[in-house]
């Protein structure tokens, strides 16, 4: 990442976090194809917010005004403060897959995953999508989005309509609260 584009970006988020959490620690490091910004303050859990809206405003507020001074820097960043996405993440890396292997590889149900934001959706089709017998696929708008993961054998199918299949809300699998049939 540029300097500046650091720079910039470490200033940003300092004048919209430091009104709500004064002295935040903001650490910028390499991650793949994108960059993790971890921050932490004495006020991660106001900063986080109800279900995580706090920490995905600053996301997409510190997007979009870097975006407007960096307009050729197609650089993708991942906002995250007190390890919050991160712990998603290992939910979703280590429950959905079992989930996944044992409800709908072997079982032949359809999981319905809620909760996700756009960025542990893709997570979640690219741990998925190359397995044998498993497909998922997003459905729903805006916010109301959804993952579903389902078989892609027919004869495990048969008989197994949406009637048998698993919802299962992401922020309940925190509480280990794991789904409810519908």
Not at 3 to 12: A, G, K, M, S, V
Not at 52 to 64: M, P, Y
Not at 85 to 98: F, G, L
């Amino acid at each position: 990442m540029k300097e500046e584009f650091e720079q910039q970006l470490h200033t940003i988020l300092k004048l919209l976090i430091e009104p709500i959490a004064p002295d935040p620690v903001i650490k910028i490091t390499p991650e793949g194809d994108q960059w993790r910004v971890n921050i932490n303050s004495d006020h991660n859990d106001l900063l986080v917010g109800y279900k995580g809206e706090n920490v995905k405003a600053i996301q997409h507020i510190t997007r979009v005004i870097i975006h407007k001074k960096f307009p050729e820097d197609k650089t993708h960043f991942l906002i995250d403060i007190g390890e919050y996405k991160r712990s998603r993440e290992h939910i979703i890396t280590s429950k959905i897959t079992n989930l996944a292997e044992k409800e709908v590889y072997e079982l032949g149900k359809t999981l319905i995953l809620t909760g996700l934001s756009g960025y542990e959706r893709k997570i979640i089709h690219g741990l998925l999508g190359e397995l044998i017998g498993i497909e998922t696929t997003s459905v729903g708008e805006t916010d109301n989005r959804k993952l579903l993961i389902r078989p892609t054998s027919g004869e495990m199918t048969a008989g197994m309509g949406m009637d048998s299949a698993i919802v299962i809300d992401i922020n309940k699998l925190e509480n280990d609260d794991p789904s409810t049939s519908i």
